[in-house]
């Protein structure tokens, strides 16, 4: 009979595992407490979008308290991809409310007024993306306290209450600063109280607040792209610069950046930035046929007002075309951005100054200032009114006119004399040199009586040596025109003042002598004078210290400077072949030109000195194989005049007999390559 098996009691079914959070969804649970903290403890805006960012700011703080739950029990924390997605764009609009809270705290005070329409819809849009975020946000999968579900619905129905609205004071002080602006367009003079209650109400309240929202201003226009937003920006810009002037008079401290920039070109400024004829930031650098680079507006005036040459070295243009020099405009740009500093090109500055109501601003703070002057101050209240109007004049060109038709000129030059105030004499100096940038300038400095001779003896005597320097920069920008740099080289008193400042100067001021010196060797007249000045014995004395700038001034000499310049010049050979051996390709090539026309002017007696320099032929068959295309020809032509040399000698050696002779020959001969 068979067995039936026994019955079996039915096995018990293992509960399936809860799903295990990853990695992954607990390194984003973690941002968003991290972001939610940062943005929660973020300061709310002053005086503007108050509300806004303050209502951003509390949402973040419930949101961290949210997150900061789901993390007490993180074994728990597993996330659906629906609770995954939303947990992503949540991250996301966390992000954007933070950037636009700092963003707005950042940048001007009087832009962010402008745009408040704009970045009021800005924060509604991001609480709706929240409220939507929230709606679908799974409360029921987490294990969240009773007070947190609360506050997460609390949370959830703020956010669908937002709505789209400009706080009513902020939108009343925006109109009070167009209705200005409009005031301004149409050439009348503002209510200053009026003036004075809205740059309170943005907490514009001193001199030193106006100067940084003006910097803040032209930091603003860098990031702009459409003109519109630049025109609007400038307008502001003139606004709060009038009313700097008007309500807050100016600083006796010098303002940061307020320096001429050449004067700074060993502090921030790096030397290759600045164009060599205005001595301002280059913003469109252009490559001429020398090689050299200038600005695009200042080579183009020196161009057309009849000049052939390369202002820096002196030598003839081969054609007048004007090569953008892209690498270098990017370098200055990146740079400019760095520094905090306004950068644009000429062609959208026209555009961009061309708006009526900075316009106006300006003006109407020029005739505020010049007429401030005109009456009896004491110096310390005479020198800050000059401190703005150098500021002002360092701006462009507009405001270099209206400074100069207002009649500053004359005023300016009552205080170049008299070194008890060495800071006023300063900013007066300097306020000419800065006003002369503009061609018109230039006849009104050259033609208004006592300016010039008050230039001038602030270079001779001037009671620091800022105020001298800025003194040689300005009769460099008065050189420029060529009837001028003739009247000017015929002045003694100019070649002994440019002298004694290139020779005992501190470096970046023998630079502005040495380049001045360059353009009066422009004429050849002047040339006579300089070389019977000294000139010579004085470039080989600071060709150490300013190779570049000392052996281009000594091309231009010996160029046109004739016989006398030659005998002049025999000392410095060795000199010249130190630079030759360790100086720059551009200082190298005009050492090579130097020395060609040395030994063509100077004949047998120069040719010989040079052949007398250890290894001069190896140098000269390096730089044939590594120079620029102009120094490689120098270099060429300087060699084929040591060769005519040497069989000259051996010719006369075999007539004469001459032991000496022969050896000197050997020895030169030796030095030629197989």
Known sequence: MAVSPPVLPPRKRRPSPSPRPTLADLNLVNSLLSLSQETSTLKP????????????????????????????DPVSIFLSPSTLLCFEEMYIVLLRIKALIEDCSNGSKMWLLMRTPLLASSFHELTLELSTLLDIFPVNDFDLSQDVEELVL??????????????????????DVLDLLDLIKNEIVPDHLKLKQILEDLGLRDNSGCREEIESLQQEIQNQIDEKSKSEIVSLIGLVRYAKCVLFGSSTTEEPGNRRLKSMSDITIPVDFRCPI?????????????????????ISQWIESGHNTCPKTGQTLAH????????????ICTWCRQQRLPFETAGSNGKVNGVRAAFEATKMAVSFLVNKLSVSLSMEAANAVILELRSLAKTDSDSRA??????????????????????????AVTTILNLSILEANKTRIME?????????????????????????????????VHAYRRRLGRKTRVIKGLMYLAKDGPTNFKRDALVTILNLAGDRETVGRLVQGGVVELVTGVINVLPEEA???????????????????????????????????????????????????GGLEVVTELATVASIERIIW???????MRARRKAATLLRILRRWIVGLDINHVANSSTTTTSNVGTSRTMLPA
């Open 45 to 72: 805006l002053q005086c503007l979008l108050l509300r806004k960012s303050l209502s951003s700011i509390n949402k973040s703080k419930l949101l961290a308290i949210l997150f900061d739950e789901l993390l007490r």
């Open 154 to 175: 609390l949370l959830t129905k703020q956010c669908s209450k937002s709505k789209p609205s400009v706080d009513p004071s902020d939108d009343f002080l925006r109109r």
């Open 278 to 298: 205005s001595l301002e930031l280059m913003r469109d650098p252009v490559v001429v046929a020398s090689g050299q680079t200038y600005d695009r507006e200042s």
């Open 320 to 331: 007048t075309n004007l090569i953008p020099n892209r690498a270098l405009r990017n370098l």
């Open 402 to 427: 209206f400074i100069a038709e207002a009649g500053a000129i004359p005023i300016l030059v009552r205080y170049l004399a008299g070194s008890e105030h060495p800071n006023l004499q300063v900013n």
């Open 448 to 480: 208004i009586d006592g300016a010039l001779n008050g230039v001038i003896e602030v270079l001779r005597s001037g009671a620091t040596w800022e105020a001298k320097g800025n003194a040689a920069a300005t009769l460099f920008s008065l050189s420029g």
């Open 551 to 601: 052996v281009t001034v000594l091309e231009a000499v010996v160029k046109r400077g004739g016989l006398a310049a030659i005998v002049a010049s025999y000392n410095s050979i060795n000199k010249l072949s130190v630079v030759l051996r360790e100086g720059s390709d551009i200082t190298r090539e005009s050492v090579m030109a130097t020395l060609v026309t040395m030994c063509r002017k």
């Open 622 to 628: 390096e730089l044939m194989g590594t120079g620029t």
